[in-house]
């Protein structure tokens, strides 16, 4: 079980000290990944223009490039929603970086109104991710919208 009122903390104090978002993503990604058990994968994917471009991530190599609308992740930013996958091969569309990944969330993260980047984690067990394990990860989203400029 993960206390996420410590591993917010912990957030909070490894990206509050300054506000590019690459060095706090990456370290966010690799706080995730010592946090959290059964994953695959663990990062993020920055909007440009029409599409979600690979950002910092812990897991092996992953696609670069993910239009709107495509994916879990393509869905997740498009729609504006949080994408909680029980079972990955039952999605209509996912992207299979990983052969291993069977379930997987993903979290829309926000400057001001509009998507900028989406969190994703993927596990190799069906349903890792929890009604808990959604709201624990939507306030260590909160802090990683309030420490970054995203510009
Ligand atoms: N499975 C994701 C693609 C990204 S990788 O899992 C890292 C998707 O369907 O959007």
């Not at 890792?128 to 510009?151: M, P, Q, T, Y």
Request: proline share 4%; hydrophobic share 40%; net charge negative.
């Amino acid at each position: 079980m993960i206390d996420y009122r410590l591993f917010k903390e912990q957030m909070e104090a490894l990206t509050g000290t300054q506000s590019r978002p690459v060095p706090n993503l990456a370290n966010a990604s690799a706080l995730i990944w010592q946090t959290m058990s059964d994953l695959n994968w663990a990062g993020f994917y920055t909007m440009e223009e029409d599409a979600l471009y690979l950002g910092p991530f812990q897991g092996k190599t992953a696609c670069i490039r993910i239009p709107l609308g495509r994916g879990v992740c393509g869905t997740a930013a498009q729609q504006d929603r949080v994408l909680r996958v029980h079972d990955v091969h039952e999605f209509e569309g996912h992207i299979a970086c990983d052969s291993a990944s069977n379930s997987e969330i993903v979290l829309p993260i926000h400057d001001g109104e509009k998507v900028v980047a989406v969190l994703d984690i993927d596990s190799p067990l069906v349903g890792r991710f929890s009604a808990e394990d959604e709201e624990g990860l939507k306030e260590i989203v909160k802090v990683l919208e309030k420490n970054c400029i995203w510009d």
